[in-house]
Each structure stands twice: as C-alpha cells, then as structure tokens.
C-alpha cells in the first residue's frame, strides 16, 4: 500500500448549499490531517480537493457522501486531482 499522497475533486449534489456544508467538509478535512479547499459552486454543488495519504482521502470521500446533519447528499463523484502541496484546508469564496 502506498502512502504518497494523492489528490481528489470531488463534487457533491444534493441539498449541500446554506446548511454548513463547506465549514464541516474543512473541520472534517483538518481532523484527518488533510489538504485542500472547499467552495459552493453555481449549480447549486459543492466542490473540494481533498490531498493526503490515500487512506485519509478515502475516508474523506465517505464522510462527504453523509455531510453535516442538515445536508441531504445525493451524489458525490470523485476524480483524480492535480496534488498542490499547499498545506492547511480552506473554504474558497463561491464560484461566479
């Protein structure tokens, strides 16, 4: 098993806008160890990138397919990511 990080854009469709969504995506990110950013997006998703071990993203990806309590996630599709090797997560302003 490999323990080079690895990158994942993941979006999310569902009711994931107005209900907390990026601010637990963030807490859930920094309490595994991982890297990132999280926005709203136009259409109504939420994207991220998710980096770190392959473990911890995978967890990650899980977790985004339940959400915060008032969510209700209906898909969430990962792809590989480009890796930025920033540390630290963030919430980025909404997509235009």
Same mark, same amino acid.
């Not at 209900?19 to 595994?32: H, M």
């Given at each position: 098993? %490999? %323990?080079?990080?690895?990158?994942?854009? $993941? &979006? #999310?469709?569902?009711? $994931? /806008?107005? #209900?907390?969504?990026?601010?637990? %995506?963030? &807490? /859930?990110?920094?309490?595994?160890?991982?890297?990132?950013? #999280?926005?709203?997006?136009?259409?109504? %998703? $939420? &994207?991220a990138l998710i980096e770190g071990p392959p473990e911890g993203v995978a967890e990650m990806v899980r977790a985004l397919e339940k959400g915060p309590r008032l969510a209700r996630v209906e898909r969430v599709a990962a792809m590989p990511g480009a890796a930025t090797e920033l540390p630290g997560f963030r919430i980025l302003d909404d997509a235009s």
């Open positions: 098993m %490999t %323990t080079e990080p690895i990158a994942m854009i $993941v &979006s #999310v469709t569902g009711r $994931v /806008q107005g #209900v907390s969504f990026r601010a637990w %995506t963030k &807490s /859930q990110a920094e309490a595994r160890g991982l890297s990132g950013w #999280v926005r709203n997006e136009a259409d109504g %998703t $939420v &994207s």
